[in-house]
């Protein structure tokens, strides 16, 4: 299987930025795209940003589109979600995802097949 650790969460102030990281291990296919969801208290799982493995494709959530940057560094096994100019409203618990699907945004669509414990972000105005 695959073991997905988050960390960068904290408290953020309005217009802030902060980085998350996923540290990925055990089982690894070529396959696999990797991303990001959260979830805010109340509300469904949304999808965030997704890469593929090579890091040549991203698709991102509309809410998110030019404040937030994922990318890889395959050879740390790690993928991070780097989160500029934020909002009260981006206030959740966000969660590292590895799922075996054809292109990023089918991870929107699909979900994803392994999933890390979660890192809040909290972001005060």
């Known amino acids: 299987q695959v073991q997905l650790v988050e960390s960068g969460g904290g408290l953020v102030q309005a217009g802030g930025s902060a980085r998350l990281s996923c540290l990925a291990s055990g089982r690894t296919f070529s396959g696999y795209i990797m991303g990001w969801f959260r979830r805010a208290p109340g509300k469904e799982r949304e999808f965030v940003a997704a890469?593929?493995?090579?890091?040549?494709?991203?698709y991102y959530a509309g809410s998110v589109k030019g404040r937030f940057t994922i990318s890889r560094d395959n050879a740390k096994n790690t993928v991070y979600l780097q989160m500029n100019s934020l909002k009260p409203e981006d206030t959740a618990g966000y969660y590292c995802a590895a799922g075996y699907r054809p292109t990023p945004e089918d991870m929107r669509l699909k979900g994803a097949d392994y999933w890390g414990q979660g890192t809040q972000v909290t972001v005060s105005s």
């Open positions: 890469i593929n493995r090579s890091g040549s494709s991203t």
